[in-house]
């Protein structure tokens, strides 16, 4: 729903609590405006707080490794052994 809709509960629900002044038998038109209002407040904090966790789980970490500055088991004084070369490709094809 979102924070428009919380936006839109509290408008509506302020405007049945104590804008309109009709007193029908079956509905209490007040207590639906306030109830609204209430709900439009739960949703616009369940909003924010969403938000908020959100943002606080998206953790950025750059990892850059260096591979001359790793210590080996010799004590690093001996360069790095080469891969193996590929064999040549044969005459044939």
Do not use: C
Request: aromatic share 10%.
């Amino acid at each position: 729903m979102g924070i428009g809709g919380g936006i839109f509960l509290i408008a509506l629900g302020a405007v049945l609590a104590f804008a309109i002044r009709v007193d029908p038998w079956w509905i209490d038109i007040n207590t639906v405006g306030v109830v609204l209002i209430l709900a439009g407040a739960g949703v616009l904090f369940v909003t924010l707080w969403y938000w908020h966790d959100r943002r606080r789980r998206v953790i950025r970490s750059w990892v850059e490794e260096n591979r001359l500055s790793h210590q080996r088991g010799d004590g690093g004084t001996k360069p790095p052994i080469p891969p193996d070369a590929p064999p040549p490709p044969s005459p044939s094809g």
